[in-house]
């Protein structure tokens, strides 16, 4: 693959950089663009985004770092200041708390916010994901032979052997969900209505894809990820149906 896509005299661009800052901007505009649908302030909504891509960088840092504690401790420094180590769900939680507390210190309806961070999230994720494959960063799958099985050589961790390249399939997969998302977040939903479905199909697709990942079992035969992704599924689940039920009394009220 292509860990380095170009130099610019002595910059090096690296493909997961380069694909991380792609996906910061994708992310904004769909952030902007709903926000100005649902009439949400746009300064405040471009605070949100920077808080949002700060804190998920930290989050997924600092859970990368707790994962690989052991192998850290001893350079601590290097490992928060250094460019490799980034973990999903430690930057899902890191970029949640950075917008709550934004959103709180701006007054803006968090509810709302979360429904137009959703699609947000899904599209860069997908778009971050393109990085890992670019790179090679070892977040690839299983061996084997089917057709579109690939090698990464030149990868920052390198197999000479055909795996399945699961971080295409989380892009194409989080693509769809972007689009279903996006969908849903153009019409005004009620508080936190798409950021469930966000945790339930993200939590889904993740649960399904650590199947062909080549991830150690923790707990049941299932991965941390696979934990995470269900306790994000349930969380979801409960936040759709607090949310319907919360509607059907406000049609009772009325009525």
């Not at 928060?80 to 980034?86: C, N, P, Q």
Request: proline share 6%; charged share 15%.
């Amino acid at each position: 693959m292509y860990p380095v896509l170009f130099t610019v005299g002595d910059v090096t661009f690296h493909a997961y950089g380069v694909m991380a800052v792609l996906a910061m901007l994708a992310a904004g505009l769909v952030v902007r663009r709903l926000s100005r649908r649902l009439g949400l302030d746009p300064g405040a909504s471009l605070e949100v985004t920077v808080a949002a891509i700060v804190g998920g960088l930290a989050g997924a840092r600092l859970y990368w770092i707790a994962e690989h504690w052991q192998e850290v401790r001893g350079e601590l420094l290097h490992a928060v200041s250094g460019g490799a180590g980034f973990t999903w769900y430690g930057g899902l939680l890191g970029g949640i708390v950075a917008v709550l507390v934004v959103s709180r210190m701006r007054r803006l309806p968090v509810g709302i916010v979360a429904n137009v961070m959703a699609p947000a999230v899904a599209l860069g994720y997908a778009v971050a994901r393109i990085g890992c494959f670019l790179a090679g960063d070892g977040t690839y799958g299983r061996p084997s032979d089917l057709p579109w099985a690939m090698a990464f050589p030149r990868g920052v961790v390198p197999t000479t052997v055909p795996v399945q390249p699961t971080a295409l399939y989380e892009t194409l997969a989080m693509i769809a969900i972007f689009l279903v998302l996006y969908r849903m977040a153009r019409r005004p939903q009620p508080s936190w209505y798409v950021f469930g479905w966000f945790l339930v199909l993200s939590g889904a697709e993740r649960f399904a894809i650590e199947f062909l990942r080549v991830n150690s079992p923790w707990l049941l035969g299932l991965t941390p990820p696979q934990w995470f992704a269900i306790s994000g599924v349930l969380i979801g689940l409960t936040t759709l149906m607090v949310t319907r039920a919360r509607g059907a009394e406000r049609l009772k009220i009325t009525a």
